[in-house]
């Protein structure tokens, strides 16, 4: 499924101005392409790709041919669309999938000769600091605070404490919503069995790391995912504020368990394209909620692919 919002023109011209930045998600690929006008930053063009790259993992953490095909097969075009851009204005990441699977190399390799610049395979923590620096230069107010940052990947969640652009404590942890779901929810049931197999997992590989992050202290809690837009989606669909609450996350538990099996979801504002995760993604979060004792949570407008445009652009006049 390709889901296109201001498609780029293959043919475009570019200049210096403009910026690509391509994120190899566990889940779905993104490219998108930036221009900096007086100082101002402006998305030209998104394009994203469910490539489903983590849910080819098997249980030796080999990726099937079939998702390094899909891979492939996405970078053929996003590449097509970056061949106008200056390299030295481009990043391409590749993150937790990649970082699990132990044959990456077939799929680098492949890769590798289609884009213009190789691909970085991010660490973890590399990873989530890049996530707090695109927080902290799209939510700059929210961050003069400390701060409590969450993004849940499809093979990884990433966890920052951090005030200012300084992320003070920042860790990736093998948590994601498409990972889960083949662990919890394979056989597509929405159970309370399902739902508590997946929440008690969750919480043990959490609380473990969670005694730093307590210890460090926050004010506030900001999170950026799939699975949490899908959350604001249903809330915005009810003209509520965007806020996510313990209370709004055992609502929609119910309301999932309700719908029996995850090809029955539907609510009011929900994309279909995000029902497939919203199960296993909540279940993560749910988790979060409760180790980290969390009351509620504001959207972040930017994760990691801000990061990594921020990386590249001059500095700016204040």
């Not at 011209?13 to 930053?41: P, R, W």
């Not at 999938?97 to 970085?120: G, H, S």
Request: net charge neutral; aromatic share 6%; glycine share 6%.
């Amino acid at each position: 499924m390709t889901i296109q919002k201001k498609t780029p023109q293959q043919n475009a011209e570019y200049t210096n101005s403009h910026y690509a930045v391509v994120d190899l998600g566990s889940n779905s690929f993104h490219l998108q392409i930036t221009q900096l006008v007086n100082n101002q930053v402006k998305v030209v063009a998104k394009i994203k790709q469910k490539v489903r790259l983590a849910a080819g993992l098997n249980n030796h953490n080999e990726l099937s041919p079939d998702a390094i095909n899909r891979g492939i097969a996405c970078l053929t075009l996003f590449s097509q669309h970056l061949v106008n851009i200056p390299v030295s204005n481009i990043r391409i990441v590749a993150t937790a999938a990649l970082r699990i699977a132990i044959n990456r190399n077939d799929f680098l390799t492949l890769a590798n000769e289609i884009l213009p610049l190789d691909i970085k395979l991010l660490s973890g923590e590399q990873e989530a600091k890049t996530i707090y620096s695109g927080v902290a230069h799209t939510c700059p107010g929210y961050c003069d605070k400390k701060q409590l940052v969450i993004d849940i990947g499809g093979a990884s969640t990433e966890l920052i404490i951090g005030q200012g652009f300084d992320a003070k404590h920042a860790i990736s942890v093998n948590l994601g919503c498409v990972s889960f779901k083949e662990k919890f929810f394979a056989d597509n049931l929405l159970t309370d069995k399902n739902f508590a197999a997946a929440i008690t997992a969750a919480s043990k590989i959490i609380t473990p790391i969670s005694v730093d992050f307590l210890n460090l202290g926050w004010q506030s809690v900001l999170g950026r995912s799939g699975c949490m837009q899908a959350l604001a989606e249903i809330l915005h669909d009810r003209k509520q504020p965007i806020i996510i609450t313990s209370a709004f996350l055992q609502e929609i538990k119910q309301a999932l368990i309700h719908c029996k099996t995850i090809d029955n979801i539907s609510f009011s504002g929900l994309r279909a394209d995000r029902a497939p995760v919203l199960a296993s993604g909540l279940s993560i979060l749910i988790a979060l909620f409760e180790v980290f004792n969390i009351t509620e949570l504001t959207l972040s407008t930017g994760a990691l692919r801000e990061g990594l445009l921020y990386e590249m652009l001059p500095p700016r006049n204040s």
